[in-house]
């Protein structure tokens, strides 16, 4: 084994603090999440409806075993919607209305994020990767359902069914916050 120079040492570690702290903000702090929309996780060019081209579906009749048969149609391909796998391991912020899965004594342990209002709930669940399974690191106080929030943290290219929706992306937020716009927008 060759002997390191205290030179050569005191150089090494110079760099590893350099490489360490790169992502690191001036203040110490982790480098803030990229505001991201929810197009980013669609792939470019993908299309929701093109297996649905052609059809009608202006005309559907509740109740008939043909309407059934295309929203069972339609339910089976957005649960398999195609997300963007360099979107994994991102850190992100993402504004959205929260879908809870997992409350109780005011506080929300889990829930769904989704990009409009009623979502889920109102209308059929999106596409998955329009669907983001939230785990906040400690329950979240004073947020309810269909409430718009700011959710940032590390995004997860990883597809969960629930009761309320299949997702395609998981989110492990550190910060869930009532939804702002920021100034100059």
Not at 23 to 49: Q, R
Not at 54 to 77: C, F, H, S, W
Request: proline share 9%.
């Amino acid at each position: 084994m060759n002997a390191v120079s205290p030179l050569e040492r005191r150089r090494l570690l110079q760099l590893a603090l350099a490489a360490s702290l790169s992502a690191l903000s001036p203040w110490g702090l982790a480098a803030e999440p990229k505001e991201t929309s929810w197009d980013a996780l669609m792939p470019k060019g993908w299309d929701p409806m093109k297996g649905f081209k052609g059809r009608n579906l202006q005309n559907l009749v509740d109740g008939d075993p043909k309407t059934q048969a295309l929203m069972d149609e339609l339910r089976a391909a957005w649960d398999q919607a195609p997300t963007v796998a360099e979107m994994d391991g991102r850190s992100i912020r993402i504004a959205g209305y929260v879908v809870p899965l997992e409350e109780g004594k005011g506080e929300l342990r889990e829930f769904l994020l989704v990009p409009y209002f009623g979502a889920c709930i109102h209308t059929p669940p999106p596409p998955a990767n329009q669907i983001i399974h939230v785990e906040p690191d400690k329950p979240v106080k004073g947020i309810k359902g269909m409430v718009p929030v700011w959710a940032s943290g590390t995004l997860k290219v990883r597809r969960d069914a629930s009761t309320m929706g299949v997702s395609g992306y998981h989110l492990d937020a550190v910060k869930v916050e009532p939804y702002e716009e920021r100034a100059g927008r």
